[in-house]
C-alpha cells in the first residue's frame, strides 16, 4: 500500500505554524505532505494531482483566503475529502465546500498588507 499525500494549504502570505503542522501530522501519521508555500506553478499542479486530500488553515475569523477556495474547489471537484484545522485549537474536522466563508481577492490582498 503506497502512501497518502496530504497538501497543507494555509492563508498567502504567512507562513504555516509549526504546532499546527504537529497536529496534522498526529492526526494523519502514516503520510507524507506537501505545503503550498513550498509549491508554485507547474509543480502546484503536479502536487495537486498526487495528493489524496487537503487540510485547510483559515484566517483567525474563520475565513478563508480567495486562493485556499480555488484550491479547495480543485480538490472536491477530484472527489477528494478536504479538512479544516482550526486556527486556534488545532482541532482538525472535515470541510465542506458550501461552508467555507470565505474572503474576495480584494479582501484577501487588503488582510495580507
Not at 100 to 113: A, P
Request: aromatic share 10%; with cysteine; net charge positive.
Amino acid at each position: 500500500m503506497t502512501r497518502q499525500t496530504v497538501y497543507i494549504s494555509h492563508p498567502v502570505g504567512s507562513p504555516m505554524d509549526e504546532r499546527f503542522i504537529k497536529k496534522i501530522k498526529e492526526a494523519f501519521p502514516l503520510c507524507d505532505f506537501k505545503i503550498a508555500e513550498k509549491e508554485r506553478g507547474e509543480n502546484l499542479l503536479k502536487t495537486f494531482k498526487k495528493c489524496q486530500t487537503a487540510i485547510f488553515l483559515p484566517f483567525g475569523d474563520g475565513r478563508f483566503c480567495a486562493t485556499e477556495r480555488a484550491e479547495a474547489i480543485c480538490f472536491v471537484k477530484e472527489g477528494r475529502t478536504i479538512w479544516q484545522i482550526n486556527p486556534y485549537s488545532g482541532r482538525i474536522c472535515q470541510l465542506k465546500l458550501k461552508e467555507m466563508k470565505t474572503l474576495s481577492v480584494k479582501e484577501t490582498l487588503k488582510r495580507l498588507q
